[in-house]
C-alpha cells in the first residue's frame, strides 16, 4: 500500500489549494477514505472523510463550508479541495486508509491503517 500526496505550499490567509493523493497496492474503490492534518505541537486532527464510492462525505466543524473532499476512483486519486483557508489551517496534511468507520448521528469515528507522508501545507500572510 502506498500513497503519495501532492499539492501543498504556502498561501496568503484567504487562498485555495487542491491536495492530491494517488493511491496504488490495494483496490482503491473498496476504502473509505479520509484527510488527517497535524499541526506543529499538536496531536493529529480528522479533517474530512469519504466513502468508498463517494456517495458519503464527512467533515469536521472546522473545515465545513471550506473544503471539498473527492475522489476519482477510476485514477485511483483522493482530493481535497482547501478554500477561504486560515493561518490555523497551518499543517502537514495526510491522507489514510480506514480500517474500519462507524457513523453516529451524521458523525464518522475512523479508525486507519495506512497513511502517505504528507504534504506541507501553510498559510501566512
Known amino acids: 500500500v502506498q500513497f503519495v500526496e501532492s499539492g501543498g505550499g504556502m498561501v496568503h490567509p484567504g487562498g485555495s489549494l487542491r491536495l492530491s493523493c494517488a493511491a496504488s497496492?490495494?483496490?482503491?474503490?473498496?476504502?473509505?477514505m479520509t484527510w488527517v492534518r497535524q499541526a506543529p505541537g499538536k496531536g493529529p486532527e480528522w479533517v474530512s472523510g469519504?466513502?468508498?464510492?463517494?456517495?458519503?462525505?464527512y467533515y469536521a466543524d472546522s473545515v465545513k463550508g471550506r473544503f471539498t473532499i473527492s475522489r476519482d476512483n477510476a485514477k485511483n486519486t483522493l482530493y481535497l479541495q482547501m478554500s477561504s483557508l486560515k493561518p490555523e489551517d497551518t499543517a502537514l496534511y495526510y491522507c489514510?486508509?480506514?480500517?474500519?468507520?462507524?457513523?453516529?448521528?451524521?458523525?464518522?469515528?475512523?479508525?486507519?491503517?495506512?497513511w502517505g507522508q504528507g504534504t506541507q501545507v501553510t498559510v501566512s500572510s
Open positions: 497496492g490495494f483496490t482503491f474503490n473498496t476504502y473509505d
Open positions: 469519504i466513502s468508498a464510492g463517494g456517495g458519503s462525505t
Open positions: 489514510a486508509r480506514v480500517s474500519f468507520v462507524q457513523v453516529l448521528g451524521g458523525r464518522p469515528r475512523y479508525e486507519y491503517d495506512y
